[in-house]
C-alpha cells in the first residue's frame, strides 16, 4: 500500500526530490547470494544519464550510485539495498519563477492542489529524476535474473519520436549505435534532424517505446489482478509523462477479428509449443506463455518548452509560461532504460511470486 | 499482495469459477452508513448480464446477486461486504472438448502451464464471468461515491467495434438506447449489421471502449506508484482481453510536440482552473486536476470461435479448435459496465487514500 | 492493506457477521494441486463448534461448509477458495435489549464509537463466531502444509483457566480425551468444576493456551517485520478476547539474566543443530531454528455475563447490564482450534514467502 | 507485503546493517505540511543513544540524522521521507570471531540457515542497531501525530529489569532523571547495583517495558486483522529481542473472571464515558475506547555475554562462545525509546486510516 512502492515480494521505493541532497530507492525482496556491486548498477544507470548528447537536458548530474545496506562482500544478503545518488548540478535558480506559476501539462498544479505545498524546484518529486532510481532498482533486478533465469533478455527501444515511425526494417544490432536507441540507423538520422528542428524553435515532441522481453519462462503472472500484463501496464504508466500502454497487439486488437487474432500453436521440435504470431505479446491469461514478452507505451512531449503558453499563477493571476531551465526535447529518450528498468523488476517480482505459488512446477504437455 | 484483490483502501477480491457453483467478490474498506441494498447493485448488474440481446453469449444467467455480510438495516457496516452470485446456468457437457485442448488465444494453456491443473469448464476464472463480480463491486464503490462526491458521474461507451470507429458526431443521449453502448444511432446500425455478419461466419471482432468520469475533485491520486492513472490502467488491464490502455491522449500522445499537447490553464469565473483542452485527460503527474478523467482500453476479439484455428492438445498432439458453446462475437460489448465499474472502484479508493493522506485539504489558488 | 486480511501471501479474508445470512473466508494464495474437500475442512470446523458440551455456548450452529470456488476435481487450482459457512440458528430477539446497550468489557461501544452503525445481534462482526471462518481457513492451510511440509505437526492446549493451571505433569494423548483440550486428566476434572461453579454463579472466566508446531523446517520468517514471531503475534491478537501473546520464554523472559536464557547448541547425529533448551520457543531474530515453535496467548474471561454491571446506553443514560443470551462460560476452550488454524495460516504463509525469497535453498552447516 | 516494512498508510521502511555504511529509514504516506526538521528527530534519537552511560553498550555512535527527502523548507510535502544514519564506531575486527561461530541466543544461526550468507559484523541486520531507525520514524510520527491530535502524549518506562520490579508507588516525574527510565528513584538505584553486579560478571538480564499513550482518540483500529491491539503487538514483537506482549491486563487476564475484568462504564461530566477500570488497555474489539492505550513487551537478556556457552561453528564443530565486544547488559534500556517510537508510528498510522474509513465521523452518544 505503501505508495511509493512497486512489487509485490520484489518490492521498489522509490525516494527523492530533483533538487535535494540525494535520490534513490530501497530494494526490498531481493534474493540473496545474488552478485551485486556499485560498478554493476553504474553501467545501468549510465545509459540514463543526462547530458550525453545534445538530445538530452544538459543538466550534468554524476548520477553516481552507492550502495549503503544489503550487500555483504559482493553478495546480496536478502536484506533491503539502500542506492543512493546524490544531486550534484542543482541550479536551483533556474527554477525561481516556477514558485508562483504553473506549467501547462507539468504536475506542478496537481501537486499543489493536493498537498498545499511543492518542492518546485525542478519539479520536485515529479521530475523524470525520479527514473534514476527506477534504473538503479532495475539493475538489481537484472543481477537476480541473471541469477535465476540466465536466458532472459530484455531490450527497450524507440518506434516513435513525434512525427516520426521507424523506416524500413529493424535492424536492433543498430539500437546502441545511435542517440535515440531506435533499430534503424536511417530512421536515427531522420531524427536527428527532426529533433534538432524542434529543440532550436523550443519546441518538444512526445515519443513511443518498446520493451521486449525473451527467454521469459512460461508461467509468469497471477490472475486476476496481479496479471504479468495489468502489472507491466501499472509499471509503465507510473513512469513521468507515459499516456498509454499496450501489450502485444495493444490497441489495435481493437480493430481485429478472431480469426485474424488468434496466435495459432504448434509443436516445436522440442516438444514446447511454438505459435504462429504474437498479438498476445507473449501473455494469454494475464500468464507468460513463452513467447516474447512484448510492451509499447506513449511518452508525451516535454511540457516545460520555450513556447509561451497560458497559464496563472498560484495567487490566481492569468500569465505566460516559458520554461527555460534545462530540459530534454524529447523526454522519451531516457525512457528507454527506464522502460527495461521497469520490465527487469516486473519479471522478477513475478518469477519470485511464482515460486511461491507453484514452486515454479508446471504442467506438462505431452 | 493479494493477488485476486485490487484497491488500496477500498479493496475489492473476486473469486470464483465460470461453472462452479457461485462466484463472487468480497468487497473491504467501504465506509459506514453508505446506503445499500440487493437490488441498487442488481440494477447495475442488469446491464452487464449476458442473454439480452443476439449480440451477447446466449447463456442466460439469472445473475442474482445477494449481500451475505456488511450490510445492516440498508446501510453499510464498515465491514467486509460479501456479495454472491450463483452460477445457475452452468451447461458444462459444452465444455468437454476443451478439457484437452488448447484454445488459441485462450488462457487454457497459460493456466495449464502455470498450475499443472485447471477448471477448463467456461474457461474457469479466466471466464469472462468473473466480471459480473467487478459490476457488482462497481455497484457498491458507485454508492459510497453518490454519498461522498455526489456531483460525480462516470459514463462508459464503445468508441470503435473491428473495423468501424464512431461515424458522425458523438450524441450521449443515445448510449443507453442501443445495445452497443455507443454514443450515435447511426454508428448502431452500421455496427449491428457489421456483427451479424461476423456472427453469421463465426467470427468475432475486437473493441474500443472509452470511459469518462466528470466532477471528479482535483488532488486524488498518489505519486509516484500510486498515480491514479496508473491504477486506472492497471484496473482496465486485469479485465479480461484488454491489451491496452491509454489516458486522455493516450498513444497518440507520442505523435504530439509540446505546444500542442500543453493544455493552457485560465482561470474561470467561479475562480477555479478552467483549460482549454484536455490531452491529459484530467490527470497530470497522477493527481487529478479536476478536468473529466478519460480512459480508453481495447479490448481483443473473443478467441472462442466458429473458425478452426491449428493448436494443440495437453497431451502434446497437434489438433484443429473450433469452439462451438455459446460465445459473444464481440465480448468488448459487455466490457463497458466493466470498465465503468473499475473506473468507480479507483475513484472511491483514490477519494478514501487522499482523505487519509491530506485529510481532503487541498491548496488554494488565489 | 485489506484491513480483514491477514498473510502476505496465503491471505485469507474472512467476512460475515453473526447473526447475517451466512459469514466465511476467502483464501487466496493457495498452492494448486493441493487434496482438498469439504470433509477435510468439516473436520476442523466440528472441533470449534458450539454446543457440544455443556462448556460452551449452547447455541447450536451446524457450521456446514461449503466450497464455493477455487477447488476442482477435489484438488486446490490455484484460484480464491470461498468457503461459505451458512448461519442457521439465530435467535436474534435474544439481543434486542443490547441494540441500545453497551456491555462493559465488549466490542459494543468501540464499534459505535467507530462507525456510528453496528450490527447490535450478537455482536456482529466482534462475535466469537468470525472464528469458525479461522477454522475453515485453518484447514486449508493444514492440507496444503501435509502436502508440503509432512513432518509438520501442530498442537494447541489449554494451560489455564482462570484460577487453575496444570496440576501435575503434562500428558499429551489427554488433549482430545477432555472438553477443555488440557493435557492432563486430572486438571480436566478440577476444571469441570470449577468451570460448572461459575456458569452457575452466572460468571466466566479468562484462559492461557499454548499452541506448538513440531517439523518447522528451519529459515522460515522474514526480517524485520515479517518475522515469524512478529507474524505469530499480530495472528494470535487478532482473535477475539486475546490480550497477550508470548513466544517461548515470552514476559518471564524479562526475568531472567543471558546465561539462563541462551539456549546451548550441539550438534546431532545427523549433524544438524540440536540444543539444550528452547527459552527461544523456536524463533531466533525471527526465523525459524528447527526447534518447535511455541506461542501462548491470554484469552480474557467472556464480557457477556449474567452478573449486573454499570453501563450506558447509546443515548447517555447509566444503566446496568446483564446478559442473557447463550454465551461460553469460557470462550477460551474454543479458541484452542482457532490458535492451531492461526499458527496453520502463518507457517504455511512464511514456508510459501521462504520460497520466494530464497528458494527455499539453506545455509550449510558442515 | 514488503517485509521490512510496516504501517499500512503511514509506511516505514528500515534498511542498514550494523556495520555498513548507513542506516536509515524510508517513510512514506506522512501527511504534508508537518513541521519537521533534523533537530527535531535528533532530539529523540538522542534518548536512544548508546554510550550515553555506563550501562549501555560503549559503541560511541554520533548518529546523526540526515533528512535527504521529503522535507522542504521545514515542511513534510506528502513525498517520501529518506532518513539516514551514518555508522561511525566500526570496530568490524570486534567481530572476527563470530563470522565461523554462532552464539547461543542470537540471531546468527537463523540468518545463516535462511540465507546462506550474513554479515556478521556486529548482528548485521539483526543488530540492535536496527532499532535507531525505528526511533528517527517515531519521530515523524510524532510530529505529524502533534499536528493532527495534539492531545496524545505518550511514555515509555522500565517496570522490571531482570529480578526486580518497581519498588514501592510509581512517580512518573522520576522517568526522565535515572538511566533505567523507572518511574521510581527508589528501584533506580536498586537496578543500578544489580545491573552493575551483572556487567561486572559479564551477564546481562531482561527486562520489561511499558509504554502508555493518553489522549488517543476513540475509534481508532481497523478490526479484524488490523486491530489497533494487532498492530501493537506485530509492532512490538518486531523489536530485537521481543519475547511477549501484553495489552492492558495481558496474560494476567486468563487468570480473571469476567466480574473482575469488566471495565464498568459510566458517563463523565461532559457526556463522554469514563471507565471504572482499565483491564483492556484501552481497546476493546481492536479499536480504541478514549481511555489510555497500554502496551507491555519482555525484552530477553542480551544473548551475547561474557560467560560461556557451548555452541558449533559454521563448519560443524562444537566449541564454546564468549563474546567479547561491546554489549549492553541489560539491551531493554534502550528499548524504551524504541517502544515509544513504534506506538507512536501505529496511532499515527491508524489515525489516518480512521480518516480514509469514517471520515473520522463518530457514532454520537447521547
Known sequence: M????????????????????????????????????????????????????KYTTQR?????????????????????????????????????????TFRPGHADIAYWQKYGIR????????????????????AVARAALAALAPELAITGYMTRMGAHGIEGPRDFAEVGANPFWVPSA?????????????????????AEIEVTASGVPAGLGAPVY????????????????????????????????GEENADEI??????????????????????????DVVVRFAVKPTSSILKPRASITKSGQPTEVVTKGRHDPCVGIRAVPVG???MACVLLDHLLLDRAQTGGVRGEIG
Open 60 to 100: 550534468r548530474e554524476a548520477d553516481e550510485v552507492r550502495i549503503l545496506s544489503g550487500v555483504f562482500e559482493g553478495h546480496t544478503t536478502g536484506t533491503p539495498i539502500q542506492l543512493m545518488i546524490e544531486n550534484t548540478d542543482q541550479r536551483s535558480k533556474d527554477y525561481g519563477e516556477i514558485a508562483e
Open 186 to 206: 536511417q530512421t536515427a538520422e531522420t531524427w536527428a534532424s527532426y529533433l534538432d528542428d524542434l529543440r532550436k524553435s523550443g519546441n518538444s515532441c512526445g
Open 226 to 257: 496481479g496479471k504479468l500484463d495489468t502489472d507491466l501496464a501499472a509499471a509503465m504508466m507510473s513512469i513521468n509523462a507515459v499516456k498509454g500502454v499496450e501489450i502485444g497487439e495493444g490497441m489495435a486488437a481493437a480493430r481485429l477479428t
Open 119 to 138: 518542492d518546485y524546484r525542478g519539479g520536485g518529486r515529479s521530475s523524470a529524476r525520479e527514473t534514476a532510481a527506477r534504473v538503479a532498482a532495475g
Open 340 to 342: 527495461e528498468a521497469m
Open 2 to 53: 505503501s505508495l511509493n512502492t512497486f512489487g509485490h515480494v520484489f518490492r521498489v521505493t522509490t525516494w527523492g526530490e530533483s533538487h535535494g541532497p540525494a535520490l534513490g530507492c530501497t530494494v526490498d525482496g531481493c534474493p540473496p547470494n545474488v552478485p551485486l556491486d556499485e560498478a554493476g548498477i553504474q553501467r545501468w544507470l549510465d545509459r540514463r544519464k543526462p547530458g550525453q548528447n
Open 266 to 291: 504448434f509443436l516445436g521440435n522440442d516438444g514446447m509449443p511454438v505459435y504462429s504470431s504474437n498479438h498476445a505479446g507473449g501473455v494469454l491469461g494475464g500468464i507468460s506463455t513463452g513467447q
